[in-house]
């Protein structure tokens, strides 16, 4: 840009020319890039929104519902995730009261990952924002009954994972939201 204001007249014409070219070329990602920006700024967690949308290809010319949709496909992988990984500790763990915990958020999350998000995706796609914003804040209020049942010297391994999942789901209840105001 500064290259531009210090060049002869000439030159500048050149690069004018330049500078429109390159925004013909790059507008239409601009405008998609707009979308995703200004949605995850009604969103609680403006950084996490934008780096999980941009992350995914499916967001690329996505409407609202779109996004919301890859938000809560990208919040159930992470749920999925996080109960396979819960599972795995179970196995690793010889302490007989981290077993128990960690059986419990097993139980819990199961549903979460079989049932609440699936039905949540499913409505989505049909325009049933109530109901999916239901089933997605399911994977919050789940998330934070696992990480309460870790206290005292009982350290929680799924602490990042727990928390995570509660802010994807704060983030897809708030693009659903967007929906519902039409
Ligand atoms: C969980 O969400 C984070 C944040 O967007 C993402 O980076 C990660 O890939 C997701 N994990 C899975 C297993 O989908
Ligand atoms: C994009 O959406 C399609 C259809 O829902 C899905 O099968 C595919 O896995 C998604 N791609 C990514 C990168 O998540
Ligand atoms: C748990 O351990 C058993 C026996 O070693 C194994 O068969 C099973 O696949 C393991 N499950 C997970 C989730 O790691
Ligand atoms: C963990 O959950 C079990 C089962 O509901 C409950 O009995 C226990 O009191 C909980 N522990 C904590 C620390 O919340």
Known sequence: MKTSISS?????LHVLLLLLLLLAISLPSIQCDDL???????????????????????STNSDVKGLASVMADILLANATDT????????NQTSDPQMERALAY???????????????????????????ASDGISDAAREADAC?????????????????????????????VKVLQKG
């Open 8 to 12: 002869p007249p000439s030159s500048s």
């Open 36 to 58: 995703v920006e200004q949605i995850c700024k009604k969103t609680p967690f403006y950084d996490l929104c934008i780096s999980t949308l941009r992350s995914n290809s499916n």
């Open 83 to 90: 109960l396979n990984y819960i599972r795995a500790q179970i």
């Open 105 to 131: 958020c097993a139980e819990l999350y199961i549903p979460v990952v079989k049932y609440n998000l699936p039905q949540a995706i499913d409505a989505l796609s049909k325009g049933q924002f109530a109901f």
């Open 147 to 175: 990480e309460k049942n870790f206290s005292g010297s009982l350290k929680s391994p799924l602490s990042d994972r727990n928390k995570l999942l509660h802010s994807l789901s704060d983030v897809a209840v708030a693009i």
